[in-house]
């Protein structure tokens, strides 16, 4: 990981590029992020940078926090948050990181907590199918019906799908592009969805998806035998819609 920063998600809109295609993005109300803490491997055994992100009045940190941040003597922050990065030699406590250091073309990990949908059934949790609706189904038509297993082992297995809280989990959207910066706004525009509801914290870095690189005559060229067979057949659909 190279570079990561904290934010706030503000919306979904779209936006036009050169061809007059539409692009649908996430905006992202990135930083500005202090650098609150720096690990290193003498002391903590690993190199890591912590940032904060959006301030806050004093009185609604705890004693422990706000120990922390004035030893670090840097505003009262709200939200804090460990990265390794790759150049933390570089940064120091009290440095800004702001939406800058990504700039457009970027492959970025977006990471949030997915909007919450309360205690679901398995209907609506898992898509599962439901019992026919006559001929006496009785009141259980979108019940989760028999739990199997009978006197062995005589239990369920962890991980049946049942009944429960539905979202506010951590979900990671990987290898996104970065459309748009704004510096002087703190606004980073992401090509497509991003986990979590309006205002919500989101967390960007680098991906760690590895990037192919494809060299040689056929580089640029689809394997796709579907895709090879429209370059020989221009009536084929695949090749009308390029």
Known sequence: MKKAIIGKKVGMTQIFDEAGKVIPVTV???????????????????????????????????KPEQGHLKKAGVGMMKHLKEFRLAETDKLEVGDVIKADI??????VDVTGTSKGHGYAGVVKRYGQGRTPTSHGGGPVHRHAGSMGSSTDPSRIFPGKRQAGHMGVDQVTVQNLDIVKVDAELNLIAIRGAVPGPKGSLVYIKDTAKVQPVKKGEAAGISLNPQKASARVNPQKASARNK
């Open 102 to 107: 990504f700039a457009e073309g970027d492959k």
């Open 28 to 62: 992202i109300e990135a930083g500005p992020c202090v650098v609150t803490a720096k690990m290193t491997e003498e002391k903590e055994g690993y190199k890591a940078v912590q940032l904060g992100y959006e301030e806050v009045s004093e009185k609604k940190l705890t």
